[in-house]
């Protein structure tokens, strides 16, 4: 993509992403989609649930390329998901979404109110969670180990995609050195398409 393109829009185009990786995981589940064989199909949701949490962890930095780099390099490394948190936290500690209720408003001359989720959401500990155990099925089972639960992620599979509809579905992001915070829509009446809005943050004092 051009670097002419603002960040917001690069953002917007990682969401739209996650969105078909989303509608993939929904053939599987719901559309009578396989792979083929159980497993394979196990392991194919499985591969889209951890390309959508990179795209999370990572789409909240690309409005500061140098920031970005610092963690990119050596991405394709972790296998620990905790010290991704960390590593990302250490170069913006708000990159993680901020779900949200966007409300009608009660109070005179305000069309509606952000209130901000407190449950029901795929939050940090759901995402490690969850990036350890994907990350186990990219390869291929030891035959003297233990054998791979397949069941345990078939059981799985609805409520973490419930908990990251959650998220993502109306949420905020902050930026690293910005003051201005984004308000993305997944979607909304009549539209499928992913809508962005920029807020400047209003300091008290």
Known sequence: MSKRVPPINLYAAQ??????????IDHFLYKGGNALFQPTTTETICLQ??????????????????????????FASHWNAELLLKDLARVNPEFYPKPIDDRPSNVPGM????????????TK?????I??????????????GSKVGH????????????????LLNCHQ???VGETDIWL???QEDGDDEVHFYTFGLVENG
């Open 184 to 186: 993305i829509n997944m």
């Open 111 to 122: 069309k509606s109110e952000w209130v901000h989720v407190s449950e029901g959401y795929l």
């Open 131 to 144: 990036y350890k155990k994907c990350g186990g099925m990219l390869h291929a089972a030891n035959p003297y």
């Open 173 to 175: 992001v902050h930026l």
């Open 125 to 129: 500990e759901d995402f490690i969670h």
């Open 49 to 74: 649930f951890r390309k959508i949490l990179e795209l999370i962890a990572f789409s909240s930095l690309i409005a500061n390329k140098a920031k970005y780099s610092e963690i990119h390099s050596n």
């Open 15 to 24: 969401m739209r992403e996650i969105k078909r990786r989303t509608q993939v």
């Open 151 to 166: 069941h345990y992620f078939d059981k799985s599979f609805p409520d973490w995609r419930r908990k990251l509809i959650r």
